[in-house]
């Protein structure tokens, strides 16, 4: 049974070896591939045109700020290495209190 592609062309499966699928099963997802990466640079473009269209790059419309958060804690023998007190507590930090050290001592003053 033939399958009939938008072409017109009329693509035989049923006469096809394993081989010979598996290799169309590949063109085929090497096609997808390439109209999709076309699509996304196409859908770029537009994004640029539109962005510069109203006096702004994409840049800036999509540049995310993330604040970093000052040091409030540092390493007792190591002092380059900091913590903000946000998030997991790094190891040296740990390390630190498992060894019966103070929180407080290592604050930033």
Do not use: C
């Not at 072409?7 to 096609?31: F, H, N, R, W």
């Not at 970093?68 to 507590?89: C, D, F, I, V």
């Amino acid at each position: 049974m033939g399958q009939e592609n938008e072409t017109g062309m009329t693509i035989y499966l049923d006469g096809m070896s394993p081989d010979e699928l598996k290799a169309l099963q590949i063109k085929v997802e090497e096609a997808i591939k390439a109209a999709e990466a076309e699509r996304k640079k196409a859908a770029l473009a537009a994004a640029q045109a539109a962005a510069r269209e109203m006096g702004f790059s994409l840049e800036e419309l999509t540049a995310t700020r993330k604040t970093l958060s000052a040091p409030k804690y540092r390493h007792p023998e190591k002092p380059t290495q900091t913590w903000s007190g946000r998030g997991r507590r790094p190891k040296w930090f740990k390390d630190a209190l498992a060894r019966g050290r103070d929180e407080a001592s290592m604050r930033i003053k």
